[in-house]
């Protein structure tokens, strides 16, 4: 698997950023850059089925942590820092568990490794019901979208994934027949015999109801060095929420990590 990815910083730790379901590395430039800024060599990934990586099935978490090897491989990136948010999280801890050793530190950002349900369903529902043939510009397609998704904020993250192709008409960078078939994948349970000893941050937003106090004994079980802080004023997307908390944090924790 060839992923796309953009570098930010020649020199540096290798920090590598993993996106959540229906984003793109776009959404991190912002906080890359900052990181870079910092002294990190910073590579946002866009995984597959998303962006401007190649759409490809299956959609799970062995094949996507499989990506990521590869990814790694490829660019000859040795012991990084891993992040990831949402299903980057999980692409994460997945991969932890499958290749322990092979990265300094992990930071999982508003997901746990417990299974989720499937809570897209509705946002799949209008981004389905977009008819991309006939609108002519993004305003007819929050239109459409919002008698699905009443929330500005998630509908224009959404709609920054759908672009004018070249020949005419619109398409969307996610898979969208994809993440319709097999979305009950993307709240898959990490799972493994051995814990993972390496240090470990799961940051969480004081409004998600994503990471609950409850479930830091099984974060523990799988990452016995981890722990768990909580970003005030931000819900799910703790990164776009609270910018400056969420690197403050970051930092906080690598400094001492690493």
Not at 152 to 162: C, T, Y
Request: aromatic share 8%; glycine share 8%; net charge negative.
């Amino acid at each position: 698997m060839q992923l796309n990815f953009k570098q930010i910083g020649e020199t540096g730790k290798p920090l590598i950023i993993l996106h959540g379901v229906f984003g793109f590395l776009d959404n991190w430039l912002t906080i890359g850059k900052t990181l870079s800024e910092q002294g990190y060599r910073v590579y946002l990934v866009d995984q597959r089925n998303h962006g401007r990586s190649p759409h490809e099935a299956p959609l799970n978490f062995p094949t996507l942590a499989a990506d990521l090897k590869d990814f790694l491989d490829q660019q000859q990136i040795a012991s990084p820092i891993l992040v990831g948010h949402s299903m980057g999280g999980k692409t994460v801890m997945e991969y932890a568990v499958t290749h322990p050793g092979t990265f300094d530190a992990l930071v999982v950002v508003d997901i746990g490794p417990k299974a989720y349900p499937i809570h897209h369903t509705k946002i799949l529902k209008g981004l389905n019901a977009i008819p991309l043939d006939q609108i002519e510009n993004r305003n007819q397609a929050d239109e459409v979208l919002s008698e699905y998704e009443p929330l500005l904020g998630v509908r224009q993250f959404l709609l920054k994934n759908l672009y004018r192709k070249e020949e005419g008409g619109f398409a969307w960078r996610f898979n969208l027949p994809l993440l319709t078939t097999d979305m009950a994948n993307v709240g898959a349970q990490i799972k493994s015999d051995e814990p993972v000893e390496t240090p470990t941050l799961f940051m969480r937003g004081a409004n998600s109801n994503y990471v609950l106090d409850e479930d830091l004994e099984g974060i523990l079980d799988l990452f016995p060095n981890a722990q768990l802080k909580t970003i005030e004023g931000a819900g799910h997307w703790v990164q776009a929420e609270q910018p400056k908390a969420f690197v403050s944090t970051l930092l906080e924790f690598l400094n001492e990590a690493i």
